[in-house]
């Protein structure tokens, strides 16, 4: 007869995707200790600010674990230092433990990435026992060991990057929270705008596919050799990662190739972040190359997208920026509306070609 905690484990054991393990532990947690309430927490960064983003949680008595917010804006989550236990716990990576409003807080490091940190959060009403807290520091141990072997399975050797296995399931869930909005009636956010209101807009927010191809990389190999190649790569890699948000997710398709998801309030705000980014490749100086080039193409994504559609689309539009000279942005509708590209009627919906 099985053992429901081993079949717990072997549930969680079978989970691919790190959002996925979150969303399992917190499962685990709530069925074996039955606390008042698990939460998954993990600080992003906005700019020079650091907030909390909850990744998962579940309640007493709920039958499963909610998931966080796929997209938002983190400038309305609370800030890193307002989670006073959380925050302690990040810092000192160690344990800690408070009784306030009649319940136990106790927070326990689960990660601590390069640009993230994450904890476990969980309320209860004693303080846990000496048998728990072993119990929950060997799960926590098991999750740490399988978040690495998920993370190595997600991740490009080279570059740290996404990679491409991840991109079809990234897309799905991308593709399935958009909706899709007529350009005239889409909210403008505006950091003046009372909270909700950002919210609203943030939450009808258009998602862009990007493709974005180093120029001449070949000619890079062939004059430099191939360290210095991956030297490129690898730095455009670490410029790519940073110029961009939390929400938004970076990919290696290998080469020279490289796949971005952007989420932002309108075509030209996604246009202004690209072209920010072009300029900032632009301007970097490389290691015994000197200046490089980058050109990108974006494409907005539909809730009834495919991957394969919205790249080939975004890719005809790079492919458009190297034929009228290479480090350039360039938007595929824009290129249909300026009858560069043709737009075809497929299965009634519209995919462009």
């Known amino acids: ?27 685990l947690l709530h069925d074996t200790l039955a606390p008042l309430r698990v939460q998954v927490l993990v600080s992003v960064r906005e700019g020079d600010a650091h ?15 909610s998931a966080g917010p796929a997209h938002t804006d983190v400038s309305l989550l609370p800030r890193f230092e307002e989670q006073g236990l959380a925050a302690r716990c990040a810092r000192s990576q160690l344990w800690q433990q408070e009784r306030s409003d009649g319940q136990w807080h106790s927070v326990f490091p689960l990660f601590a990435d390069p640009d993230s940190l994450g904890v476990l959060q969980l309320a209860t009403r004693r303080p846990l026992s000496e048998r728990r807290q ?12 399988f978040r690495s ?22 897309f799905a869930r991308v593709a399935m929270a958009t909706t899709f909005v007529p350009q005239e009636q ?16 943030h939450a009808q ?54 796949v971005l998801m952007l989420r932002n309030a309108d075509a030209a705000g996604a ?32 809730p009834d997208d495919t991957p394969d559609s919205a790249f080939e689309r975004a890719d005809k539009a790079v492919y458009a920026a190297k034929a009228d000279g290479r480090n350039r942005v360039y938007c595929f509708e824009d290129l249909v509306l300026r009858g560069r590209l043709e737009a075809q009627e497929k299965a009634g919906s519209v995919d462009f070609f």
């Open 51 to 65: 907030h909390w983003l909850l990744r998962a949680h579940q309640e007493q008595g709920a039958a499963e674990p």
């Open 134 to 145: 072993r119990m929950l520091f060997s799960l926590l141990r098991f999750y740490a060991n």
């Open 205 to 258: 927010a258009p998602c862009w596919l990007v493709v974005a191809d180093i120029d001449h990389f070949k000619r890079v190999n062939d004059q430099f050799g191939h360290l210095i190649g991956d030297e490129v790569l690898l730095l455009t890699a670490r410029l790519m990662h940073s110029s961009f948000r939390y929400s938004d997710r970076v990919f290696r398709f290998g080469g020279e190739e490289f």
């Open 271 to 302: 246009q202004r972040a690209l072209e920010k980014f072009r300029q900032r490749i632009a301007a970097h100086a490389f290691p015994q190359i000197g200046a490089v080039t980058i050109s990108l193409g974006c494409t907005r994504i539909d």
């Open 1 to 27: 007869m099985p053992h429901p905690l081993v079949d717990r484990l072997a549930q969680v054991s079978s989970v691919r995707d790190l959002e996925q393990l979150d969303m399992a532990l917190v499962r």
């Open 149 to 170: 072997l998920v993370t190595e399975n997600e991740r490009d050797m080279l570059t740290g990057l996404l990679n491409r296995k991840t991109f079809d399931e990234t």
């Open 186 to 201: 889409r909210a403008q956010g505006n950091p003046g705008e009372p909270a909700d209101d950002r919210r609203a807009a």
